[in-house]
T-cell receptor
Framework: KQEVTQIPAALSVPEGENLVLNCSFTDSAIYNLQWFRQDPGKGLTSLLLIQSSQREQTSGRLNASLDKSSGRSTLYIAASQPGDSATYLCAVRDAGGAQKLVFGQGTRLTINP | GAGVSQTPSNKVTEKGKYVELRCDPISGHTALYWYRQSLGQGPEFLIYFQGTGAADDSGLPNDRFFAVRPEGSVSTLKIQRTERGDSAVYLC??????????FGDGTRLSIL
């Protein structure tokens, strides 16, 4: 059974810093991995999707990497801003035809002005 | 264009009552998913529809939970004989098959 873990559970950093959020998964047979952002009381906004054949994806100040063999992904946020404060979730879709996403518990990020 | 719409946004009801939660997916998306998110946790999968049929209902916790999608668009999640442990945010997502899932804002269900 696939399990996804995100460390740390919470992170607080000053504005302007570069930071890395970590995600690990137990079964390396994945189809893709997705990073989401969730603001309080809201649904999930997709940030980046990495297919199993890819190593990384970039969007603006965000860069996500995938090391499938070691079961790890990182989300790198450059030049953090207070508006980046949110909970960040990673989710994997297993290979083999299943369509569901298996989520980590999230990292609650606070960027201090 | 319009995103995934879920109604109601909040629902408060008493233990033992029946509830229905509605999801209106993005137009053209054939895949629809329901997840449940407890406080401080990531969403947990409940059920996946491809068109009108439930292709994977392995996440439904017990037979009090049921979902339908009769015309391949709007879906309703139905919970019978609600229990306090059913309190959570219920999220709906839709996608093209194999594509990224797009989520609604959820229904916050509180069972008193």
């Amino acid at each position: 059974k696939q399990e996804v873990t995100q460390i740390p559970a919470a992170l607080s950093v000053p504005e302007g810093e570069n930071l890395v959020l970590n995600c690990s998964f137990t079964d390396s047979a994945i189809y893709n991995l997705q990073w989401f952002r969730q603001d309080p009381g809201k649904g999930l906004t997709s940030l980046l999707l990495i297919q199993s054949s890819q190593r990384e994806q970039t969007s603006g100040r965000l860069n996500a990497s995938l090391d499938k063999s070691s079961g790890r992904s990182t989300l790198y946020i450059a030049a953090s801003q207070p508006g980046d404060s949110a909970t960040y979730l990673c989710a994997v879709r297993d290979a083999g035809g299943a369509q569901k996403l298996v989520f980590g518990q999230g990292t609650r990020l606070t960027i201090n002005p | 264009g319009a995103g995934v719409s879920q109604t109601p946004s909040n629902k408060v009801t008493e233990k033992g009552k029946y509830v229905e939660l509605r999801c209106d997916p993005i137009s053209g998306h054939t895949a629809l998913y329901w997840y449940r998110q407890s406080l401080g946790q990531g969403p947990e999968f409940l059920i996946y529809f491809q068109g009108t049929g439930a292709a994977d209902d392995s996440g439904l916790p017990n037979d009090r939970f049921f979902a339908v999608r009769p015309e391949g668009s709007v879906s309703t999640l139905k919970i019978q004989r609600t229990e306090r442990g059913d309190s959570a945010v219920y999220l709906c997502a839709s996608s093209f098959v194999g594509g990224p899932q797009h989520f609604g804002d959820g229904t916050r269900l509180s069972i008193l």
